[in-house]
């Protein structure tokens, strides 16, 4: 043991880098996200069949229709306006809210799948092209970006719509759920 004192070293990964930030940002938005699902769709596992017939597939699956996505989001906010006591007034603001962003969103998610089958055929190549491999990285980070500043835009409005006592209960719910899971 020395009793000369240690000076911080700056780590070798960046420290406080803008891609360390992003990443940071990008892994809060996902958070957030899977906690406005959980809010929106716990409830809905009632139904069987997993997450309303999505378990097969998952989120990163097969291509979804528009029909069975807004047939499952009416089923998940009608759990949600019982779970809060909306009025009709809620209902009207939430719905469009919800629904929207679910529309914004299936381009991303349909280019992620494409990205990932991308990154299989590149990573299954003779010869690993790194350059190739970098510019697909890049570009799903701007996906993510473009999903995370969504995501906190129907978030804020979903927020603005309920009252902070429906905002707590959403709240406990949440951890609820979150609790048995881990």
């Known amino acids: 043991m020395s009793d000369t004192p240690q000076t911080p070293q700056s780590s070798p990964s960046g420290g406080n880098s803008p891609r360390r930030r992003f990443f940071w940002r990008a892994a809060t938005a996902t958070l957030i996200a899977g906690l406005a699902t959980t809010a929106i769709g716990a409830r809905a596992l009632a139904h069987g069949g997993g997450f309303c017939g999505w378990q097969r597939a998952g989120f990163m699956g097969a291509a979804l229709d528009p029909a069975t996505v807004d ?6 906010l009608e759990h949600l306006y019982v779970e809060i006591n909306a009025t009709d007034a809620q209902r009207q603001q939430l719905g469009p809210i919800v629904k929207g962003a679910a529309r914004d969103l299936m381009p991303l998610r349909a280019g992620m799948r494409d990205a990932r089958r991308q990154a299989i055929e590149l990573l299954s190549q003779q010869n690993i092209d790194r350059a190739a491999l970098e510019t697909l990285r890049a570009d799903q980070l701007k996906l993510a970006e473009q999903a995370s500043q969504r995501l906190t835009l129907a978030l804020a ?9 429906q905002r707590k209960q959403v709240a406990e719910h949440i951890g609820r759920w979150h609790g048995r899971r881990g």
């Open 71 to 76: 047939a499952h989001l009416d089923r998940a």
């Open 157 to 165: 409005d979903i927020a603005d719509a309920l009252t902070p006592e």
